[in-house]
């Protein structure tokens, strides 16, 4: 098969590698792939570093700019013509939208959308919030087949009127990531934020891999550990990414006076591999699909603490696989951290149950095979 995989922003985050996923197993299998994406980032070169072709498309972004949207179109229509693929795989709202019209008019035999979190969920103006409904539900009806990773995510698509029999679930899946011993891991992460290895070493890791983005919600993690600091001395944050929310997380942590507690460690290569070094999982996102830092954390035997958004609470049974709390709460954010601090029993109780249902559930050959069946 011909396929083309088309993608909003080309970043490092779980719908970027998902789609690095995808598109390295299919031209394993022989099929002709290329990627089309906004940008010029780590995505665009992991893909040309696997031998894959892509196509950048310097106007395609996450916000709505309809004179740059236009030319994205032209962009899409133009690649979609000239390649002519027997599937269009299309991931996030943006890059759907433009190449799901884009195919239908090309008379592409088969267009899937993968929904990576229905970007209706996300804190915005009610009006904002209809309009991207209604775009979603065209997006779905001009797609042949729309997947989806939850099962929440699932029952909210059936809310939309005649898209029933377009709808597919197939969860995500991953390979274990190859960790760093621990000793390895806490000497990186010693370095990157100037710690001496002996202190950092005494020190309770409260960890996070996250974009940068007000999506995932570290400004309540930051208030938190605010709390936390207070209560555990001993305990620190370090969060792993970049992205737009950077500067205002350095000020919130700065007039907090927390930069001996929270260190933003900015992008490492293959973050999960130094999963090891932390003694706690969180994740505090306010909107999330099914989130890979969690089935790696799970992967790792790591405890976690998470919010009760998009799939989440399909991965972790609260108080037997981790500690599930409300969005934007940071006092119950605060008391979770503090109890998995206090209590070393239930942190390795909770590792080794989530260990057990990441791998038994979340298999990347699985996903491969019902993903390739759909193309077929």
């Known amino acids: 098969m011909k396929i083309l995989y088309v993608i909003t922003k080309s970043n490092w985050g779980g719908a970027q590698r998902h789609v690095f996923d995808l598109a390295t197993a299919m031209k394993a299998k022989d099929h002709d792939v290329w990627v089309a994406l ?141 960790y ?20 950092f070493n005494k020190k309770v890791i409260i960890g996070t891999i996250a974009e940068l983005h007000p999506n995932k919600g570290l400004k309540y993690l930051v208030e938190a550990m605010s709390m936390v600091s207070e209560q555990q001395p001993n305990a620190i944050c370090l969060i792993a990414g970049t992205g737009q929310e950077e500067d205002n997380l350095k000020k919130m942590i700065t007039e907090k006076k927390l930069e001996q507690k929270v260190f933003l460690l900015g992008h490492l290569d293959n973050a999960a591999e130094y999963l090891k070094a932390f003694t706690v999982f969180v994740l505090p996102s306010i909107k999330e699909g099914l989130p890979y830092t969690i089935l790696e954390a799970g992967l790792a035997s790591l405890p976690v603490v998470a919010t009760t958004v998009g799939g989440v609470p399909e991965i972790i049974e609260d108080m037997k696989s981790g500690i599930l709390i409300q969005a934007r709460n940071y006092r119950e954010l605060a008391h979770a951290l503090s109890f998995m601090i206090e209590h070393p029993e239930e942190r390795k109780k909770y590792g080794n149950a989530l260990k057990e249902r990441v791998a038994s559930k979340y298999s990347l050959d699985k996903m491969l095979w019902m993903v390739e069946s759909t193309y077929n």
């Not at 760093?180 to 202190?199: F, K, T, V």
Request: charge should be positive; charged fraction near 25%.
């Open 38 to 178: 906004g940008g010029e980032g780590l995505l665009k070169q992991k893909l040309e570093q696997a031998g894959i072709y892509t196509f950048s498309i310097a106007d395609l972004g996450r916000d709505i700019k309809p004179g740059k949207d236009a030319g994205s179109f032209k962009e899409i229509y133009s690649i979609i013509r000239n390649k002519r693929p027997d599937v269009i795989h299309l991931h996030s709202p943006k890059a759907a939208g433009l190449g799901s019209l884009a195919g239908r008019l090309l008379g592409v035999k088969t267009i899937i959308t993968t929904v990576h979190g229905w970007t209706f969920n996300e804190d915005r103006p009610i009006i904002e919030l209809l309009f991207i409904r209604l775009f979603s539900w065209l997006t779905m009806l001009l797609s042949h087949i729309t997947i989806v990773i939850s099962d929440k995510e699932y029952a909210q698509a059936l809310s939309f009127p005649w898209v029933k029999d377009k709808l597919k679930l197939i969860p995500l899946g991953l390979r274990s990531p190859t």
């Open 180 to 199: 760093y011993s621990i000793d390895g891991a806490d000497q990186a992460l010693a370095r990157n934020i100037r710690m001496d290895l002996g202190e």
